[in-house]
């Protein structure tokens, strides 16, 4: 339980709350926090109230016994200046963010078209398609970081496949790049991986989303949809056969779980085994079904424990640091006690930018802040959906992201 103490008993290792102060009114990022430094006392002291709050529980001391004297609140420096010109540089992070956001969801309509069109037979669409899929794979290795996150935004049913065949492309072009591919796969990689299920168009919808347990002749059908694939694209000169290779060969496996039936993993290409990775990795942190959602931290650790023996070993190791110790869309509690999201990863994979769940600052108003040089915090554990509240889910969840920037652009 909080309690009242007065700004004169403050002390480092204290955990406090600015609970009735607006968050505009100081100079703070957040508005509870564990005193780290004497500074900060000071500028508790400077926000000119009489008293906040502090938490025993996550305090590492008690208040001072006795009252101490306040410095005399510097003029020369207005600490609510310096957190305005703080707030504009963060701004034009979050802004960054919000254009690579922007692109990526104009992207995803694009392929729904694209794709659209590849299906109804029309060539034409599909040399758009390569164009495309060699347009953003471009612009997105650019900015690596911000594009992982993107990676983990939700989509209808209609738009599943669209959004999850942009999420396989464009992060199978990240772990192309990780292992070194040339220009000219990193263009196969792009389309490929971006027709990689097109097959699945041809399977009812009742049986593709179906959300109980398939028969055996629905999953039959299912497993059928790499054939699809390639005989869809067949009839498209402009298709080459590594292309095709992506499609047909990306759920075959180091054992007998993968299909088509027949296939020796170790005789099937290096573009097919990133895409087989990918493939699983966002169907683990994009799962339709929400309760089976996982974290990246999660997914990742899925894929090492159970999957690792199915795919290939040093590729899997490749794509488990390209994503870092904390993948964006990591939910994560900080040594601060607060809970936080990552959304990208700067120079220091310990170090990421994240967004803080705090009940007195409007989520619109949420800025990315770097651990260790924004605010004096580290991530303390990584937390997995089911640890948050739904007030905090609903401020932080990868999947109500789109709401924070339609939120923050009407403000
Ligand atoms: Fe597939």
């Given at each position: 339980?909080?309690?009242k ?19 505009f ?12 430094k ?10 000119g109230?009489?008293?906040v ?56 309509k ?27 794979a ?97 009839g ?74 199915l ?47 705090d ?53």
């Amino acid at each position: 339980m909080l309690k009242k103490v007065s700004v004169k008993r403050l002390k480092v290792g204290l955990h406090i709350h600015l609970k009735d102060i607006p968050w505009f009114k100081h100079s703070f990022f957040r508005s509870n926090f564990k005193i780290k430094k004497s500074q900060e006392i000071d500028e508790v002291q400077g926000i000119g109230c009489e008293y906040v709050y502090y938490d025993p529980q996550r305090s590492d001391c008690e208040p001072l016994q006795v009252d101490a004297k306040v410095k005399p609140v510097s003029k020369t420096v207005n600490r609510r200046d310096i957190k305005k010109k703080k707030s504009s540089e963060l701004r034009k992070r979050k802004d960054a963010y919000i254009n690579t956001e922007k692109k990526f969801l104009s992207s995803a309509k694009q392929a729904n078209r694209i794709m659209r069109g590849v299906l109804n037979g029309q060539i034409s669409f599909c040399e758009e398609a390569q164009e495309m899929a060699h347009e953003f794979a471009s612009f997105f290795l650019k900015d690596i970081h911000t594009t992982l996150n993107l990676i983990n935004l939700s989509a209808s049913d209609d738009e599943a496949l669209y959004f999850h065949s942009l999420n396989v492309s464009i992060l199978s072009c990240m772990l192309g790049r990780e292992v070194g591919i040339n220009d000219s796969d990193m263009h196969t990689l792009a389309f490929g991986a971006l027709m990689h299920d097109i097959g699945k168009a041809k399977i009812p919808k009742k049986i593709l989303y179906k959300p109980s347990v398939l028969t055996k002749p629905e999953l039959e059908m299912v497993k059928r949809h790499p054939l699809y694939g390639v005989g869809l694209l067949s009839g498209m000169k402009s298709v080459n056969k590594d292309v095709m290779k992506i499609i047909y060969h990306h759920h075959v496996r180091n054992g007998p779980s993968g299909y088509p039936e027949g296939i020796s993993f170790k005789s099937i290409g290096l573009l097919p085994k990133i895409v087989a990775i990918v493939d699983l990795y966002d169907n683990l942190i994009n799962h339709r079904v929400v309760e089976k959602v996982l974290t990246p931290h999660q997914a990742l650790a899925n894929l090492y424990k159970s999957n690792a023996k199915l795919l290939d070993e040093k590729i899997l190791a490749h794509f488990i640091r390209m994503l870092g110790v904390y993948p964006p869309g990591s939910l994560c509690e900080l040594d601060s006690g607060e809970i936080a999201m990552v959304v990208s990863i700067g120079d220091n994979p310990l170090l990421p930018d994240v967004i803080i769940y705090d009940q007195n600052i409007p989520k619109n108003e949420a800025m990315i802040l770097r651990l260790g040089a924004d605010i004096d915090s580290k991530v303390e554990r990584i937390v997995s959906r089911k640890d948050l509240t739904e007030d905090q889910l609903q401020y932080l969840s990868p999947k109500s992201k789109i709401g924070y920037y339609v939120d923050s652009k009407s403000n």
